[in-house]
């Protein structure tokens, strides 16, 4: 493997891990160095210039800001969670009282001597299975219609009237369920 290391002109390359030899410092660069805030502090009772004070003072609050806005963005993501566990918990309990319900009309009619009727999909996958050779003008519209343009092209379509109409017009140039 390569190892990124800086050289004293602070210069960024690129050197094989066998041509370093040992004791010599490597240091990895982070992806985003750039916006790094540098610690530089002071030592204490020396004269600084002005605009190296400016750019320590700049620097604490720059640091401060960034720290606000990494634990704002936590508490937030941290709420977001929250949320998708409650809404997931939600879902979790309609779909598994959905199940109940129709297992106990199954076993009504079962008890009854009725047939239960399944109730129907209300979704459907339609894929095209036939080209666009020797096709004749009306299925190729509809299949226009449908979002089917190419072979083994699929779409989901919602079950209604009109949309089952289409599907009979076009039944022996697609498959679905």
């Known amino acids: 493997g390569h190892l990124l290391t800086r050289s004293h002109f602070g210069s960024r390359n690129f050197m094989p891990r066998a041509l370093l030899t040992r004791g010599q410092e490597v240091s990895t660069v982070v992806m985003a160095e750039r916006y790094l805030i540098t610690r530089d502090a002071a030592v204490e009772g020396a004269s600084v210039p002005e605009l190296v004070k400016l750019k320590l003072e700049l620097n604490t609050k720059l640091a401060a800001e960034k720290k606000d806005a990494a634990a704002a963005k936590e508490k937030s993501r941290q709420e977001e969670r929250e949320k998708l ?34 109730p129907e999909a209300k979704l459907l996958f339609v894929v095209r299975i036939v080209g666009i050779i020797k096709l004749s003008p009306k299925p190729r519209k509809v299949l ?17 009237k009109p949309i089952l109409n289409m599907l009979k017009l076009v039944q022996p140039y697609v498959t679905y369920g």
């Open 85 to 118: 566990k409650e809404r997931t918990m939600q879902y979790e309990k309609e779909y598994s009282s959905s199940e109940k319900e129709l297992i106990a009309l199954r076993r009504e009619a079962k008890v009854n001597g009725n047939f239960f009727v399944e």
């Open 144 to 160: 226009q219609l449908l979002r089917l343009k190419q072979l083994h092209n699929g779409v989901f379509l919602k079950v209604n």
